[in-house]
């Protein structure tokens, strides 16, 4: 059974960086997209970045693109999200995620890390 453990979240001022991580397991991943959605209080769940498994082929949201770098790391069957320059905006639980069908539709979700920048 997939079980995927998110961690990495915290609170950083406008412009700052953090590194999110999502530990994986029992799922064949060569064969999966892994990627990470956020929800901030009172939105809909949006789209962050993507990952094939196989290839390491990319997705990003328009609203991170050259800001947050999404890869991955076979060894540790880790995903990582580094995010850098920060924003207000970019304040949200972050959830990893996995599945079969593609980067935009999960069917695997972590416990959600928060993610939250200040002014």
């Known amino acids: 059974q997939v079980q995927l453990v998110d961690s990495g979240g915290g609170l950083v001022q406008a412009g700052g960086s953090l590194r999110l991580s999502c530990a994986a397991s029992?799922?064949?991943?060569?064969?999966?997209?892994m990627g990470w959605f956020r929800q901030a209080p009172g939105k809909d769940r949006e789209f962050v970045a993507g990952?094939?498994?196989?290839?390491?082929?990319?997705y990003y949201a328009d609203s991170v693109k050259g800001r947050f770098t999404i890869s991955r790391d076979p060894a540790k069957i880790t995903v990582y999200l580094q995010m850098n320059s920060l924003k207000p905006e970019d304040t949200a639980i972050y959830y990893c995620?996995?599945?079969?069908?593609?980067?935009?539709?999960?069917?695997?979700w972590g416990q959600g890390t928060q993610v939250t920048v200040s002014s």
């Open positions: 029992g799922g064949t991943f060569s064969t999966y997209a």
């Open positions: 990952i094939s498994w196989s290839f390491g082929n990319t």
């Open positions: 995620t996995a599945g079969k069908r593609g980067v935009y539709e999960p069917e695997y």
